[in-house]
């Protein structure tokens, strides 16, 4: 059972994204990006495993040190206002506030449910950021899809223009897929 868990956890750790678009922010950004999703894993009052497991696959996407991981914990348990504040300015009418959007649904859905108050909690990120109501109606849909792993529909997000292939690209890598490929194949559907 030993050997078992050691394939595991060494599997869980080796896990990173590839050219996550946040990884070539500033040092100061990430680290904000990080905290606002510390802020999306504990709304519900519960800071699941799953949950702390995406966001170590974060952290290392980013080249950090995965030291961060429990200061990313404890400001999700006790975060203060200016740093909330901080979080808001910095991704406010920026497009990467789309992924952050997209990994806050990606990391509460870690532990097989987004709960109301998650969800809550990512809505109002989204209204703060003012990310436009369709285009955050189009990143929760491509969540939907990706999750329930149909490739197809995810890509149509991509060939028609409605998110940029650039933020969520690395998605489509992780799981060894060619998003050109797959929008490629989906023509027909359009």
């Excluded at 595991?8 to 678009?21: P, T």
């Excluded at 200061?71 to 991704?91: E, G, H, M, R, Y």
Aim: with cysteine; net charge negative; hydrophobic share 40%.
């Amino acid at each position: 059972m030993n050997i078992l868990n050691s394939i595991k956890e060494a599997a869980k750790e080796s896990n990173a994204f590839e050219n996550h678009a946040a990884k070539d922010l500033p040092l100061e950004d990430k680290l904000l990006y990080l905290q606002g999703l510390a802020l999306v894993m504990n709304a519900d009052g519960e800071i699941h495993r799953e949950e702390k497991d995406y966001l170590l696959i974060l952290i290392k996407s980013f080249d950090l040190d995965e030291s961060l991981l429990e200061s990313c914990i404890d400001f999700a348990n006790q975060p203060d206002k200016s740093t909330i504040q901080s979080v808001l300015k910095c991704f406010k009418r920026k497009p990467i506030a789309q992924l952050l959007l997209f990994d806050a649904l990606m990391m509460s859905y870690r532990d097989g449910d987004i709960s109301e108050q998650e969800k809550e909690v990512i809505d109002e990120l989204a209204f703060q950021f003012e990310v436009a109501k369709g285009i955050y109606h189009d990143i929760f849909d491509l969540f939907c899809y990706i999750k329930n792993r149909n490739w197809q529909d995810a890509a149509l997000y991509f060939s028609i223009h409605l998110l940029n292939p650039d933020y969520f690209g690395h998605i489509f890598k992780f799981y060894d897929l060619s998003l050109d490929e797959i929008s490629e194949a989906s023509k027909p559907l359009r």
